[in-house]
Each structure stands twice: as structure tokens, then as C-alpha cells.
């Protein structure tokens, strides 16, 4: 089992759709990231979880709409996403947010915008 | 703020050869340093770190890089590659004061046989 798990692996969602991307990690960390990959261009971090409360949001559109319910799981919930939103959203976790902790991602959701 | 910079985006070398990939990064303060390979269909994985100590720090799969804080670089290298290396490389920097992690653009290294 991987430390990171991330589902759906792809996701194909209209514009008008509603739909949320999970994470969940087994590794008994306290931080937990979005990052969106782009094709030619770097990651863009989106949001990040420190002990369930969002420690930073990275002046990301509010169609994208992340929830920490829990230190193991972390959802990205997703409304009216235009076509430029289409991207690999990868999901890490870290053992705390100092930033000597390397991150560890999951596999990514593929999500294309119709 | 901190940058990466990666300025080779491609990397193409025959099987057994050896191969450097170039990264250097920009800051005002004292940084922690990672290397992530992605390989088709999958998330980042590390395959090493600095964050102090011996400039030259080994990582996994042959892997190791060495950091020069005069030259700003934190090169990775590889004696002898293999197919199986074939993949995206990222190189990452944070500060030391909490700064979040900056990747660079990536350089897709393919092997050759």
C-alpha cells in the first residue's frame, strides 16, 4: 500500500459539474498539500494543512475548495472549473510543515475540463 | 523569494553513460535542498536531500548531488544510467525559516539504448 493514495486516478468533468478529489495518507503525518502540474510549467502549490487547519491558500480561485476533516484525509472539492483548470493534481504529505521534512506525494488525479 | 532554475528541460543520453542535471536556485537565506524524479503516470518521489553536513549527499537508485553555496548549484549526477531512469526530474528548494517548497520547471531526462 502506497503511503499516499489519491482517487480517482482521472477524472473528465463538465464545466458545470460538481466533483471532489481525495487523498488519504497512511504515513502518521501532520501536513497535507495540493499542488497542481501543469504542462511547461512548475508546481503551483494550492493549499496547505498544518494539524487539520489551513495554514496557507495560495490566492487560488475560489471553484476550488479543499476540506482537512481529519490528519489522514484531505479533499479538494471542485465547482463550474473552466478548461484551464485541467491539470494533474497531486496531493503530499509531510511530518510537519518545517521545512526540513521532505514531501511525499500520491500519483495524482488527472483531471481534464470539458 | 526563492527560485529554481533548471535550464536544461531535456536530457537525452545513451544507456551506461553518465549524466549531470542542472540546478541552481536563488535566496536570501539558508536553504534546504531535494531532488524528486516523476516517472510516467505517477506523483514525485524523492531521491535525495540536503540539509546540512557533507556537501555531497547520495540518494537512491545511484543517484547523488552535491551542493556548491558559492556557485547557488545542486547538481545531481548518475555514473552510469539505465533505461529505467528514463523520467521528469525536479529540483526543489525551501528556507530554513519556513519558507514553502519552490520547484523548478523539471528536466525530462531519456535514456537511450
Known amino acids: 500500500e502506497t503511503g499516499v493514495t489519491q482517487t480517482p486516478r482521472h477524472l473528465v468533468m463538465g464545466m458545470t459539474n460538481k466533483k471532489s478529489l481525495k487523498c488519504e495518507q497512511h504515513l502518521g503525518h501532520n501536513a497535507m498539500y495540493w499542488y497542481k502540474q501543469s504542462a511547461k510549467k512548475p508546481l503551483e502549490l494550492m493549499f496547505v494543512?498544518?494539524?487539520?487547519?489551513?495554514?496557507e491558500n495560495n490566492s487560488v480561485p475560489s471553484r476550488f475548495s479543499p476540506e482537512c476533516p481529519n490528519s489522514s484525509h484531505l479533499f479538494l472539492h471542485l465547482h463550474t472549473l473552466q478548461p484551464e483548470d485541467s491539470a494533474l493534481y497531486l496531493c503530499?504529505?509531510?511530518?510537519?510543515?518545517?521545512?526540513?521534512?521532505?514531501?511525499?506525494f500520491g500519483n495524482g488525479t488527472r483531471l481534464t475540463v470539458t | 523569494a526563492q527560485s529554481v532554475t533548471q535550464l536544461d528541460s531535456q536530457v537525452p543520453v545513451f544507456e551506461e553513460a553518465p549524466v549531470e542535471l542542472r540546478c541552481n536556485y536563488s535566496?536570501?537565506?539558508?536553504?534546504?535542498l531535494f531532488w524528486y524524479v516523476q516517472y510516467p503516470n505517477q506523483g514525485l518521489q524523492l531521491l535525495l536531500k540536503y540539509l546540512s553536513g557533507s556537501t555531497l549527499v547520495k540518494g537512491i537508485n545511484g543517484f547523488e548531488a552535491e551542493f556548491n553555496k558559492s556557485q547557488t548549484s545542486f547538481h545531481l549526477r548518475k555514473p552510469s544510467v539505465h533505461i529505467s531512469d528514463t523520467a521528469e526530474y525536479f529540483c526543489?528548494?525551501?528556507?530554513?525559516?519556513?519558507?514553502?517548497?519552490?520547484f523548478g520547471p523539471g528536466t525530462r531526462l531519456s535514456v537511450l539504448p
Open positions: 494543512y498544518s494539524l487539520e487547519e489551513r495554514v
Open positions: 503530499a504529505s509531510s511530518a510537519e510543515t518545517r521545512n526540513n521534512s521532505p514531501l511525499h
Open positions: 526543489a528548494v525551501s528556507g530554513t525559516y519556513g519558507q514553502n517548497f519552490v
Open positions: 535566496s536570501s537565506v539558508s536553504v534546504y
